[in-house]
């Protein structure tokens, strides 16, 4: 099939009246979209509680651990002998 034959098929697809509808596709696909909706929302608010948990465990952690402090030192220091 080359280009005009192409064209020439997609026009007259084009050309022809759209299938019907069913009048409860509209209700049904209002219905599903309201779901996906509520569920982005819900795993939205999830994944901002658990970033805003992890912030305050991370802050309570570097607050007790003090990770920015010189460590102890790993040896007593050596006196005269």
């Not at 192409?6 to 009246?17: H, I, K, Y």
């Not at 991370?58 to 220091?77: C, E, G, M, Q, Y």
């Amino acid at each position: 099939m080359n280009r005009t034959e192409r064209e020439a098929a997609v026009r007259r697809v084009l050309d022809q009246t759209p299938p019907q509808v069913p009048p409860e596709l509209h209700a049904a696909a209002v219905r599903r979209g309201d779901r996906v909706l509520r569920r982005r929302r819900l795993a939205r608010r999830v994944l901002w509680l658990l970033v805003c948990a992890a912030a305050v465990a991370f802050t309570v952690w570097a607050l007790t651990a003090r990770p920015w402090a010189a460590p102890p030192p790993a040896t007593p220091p050596v006196g005269d002998w």
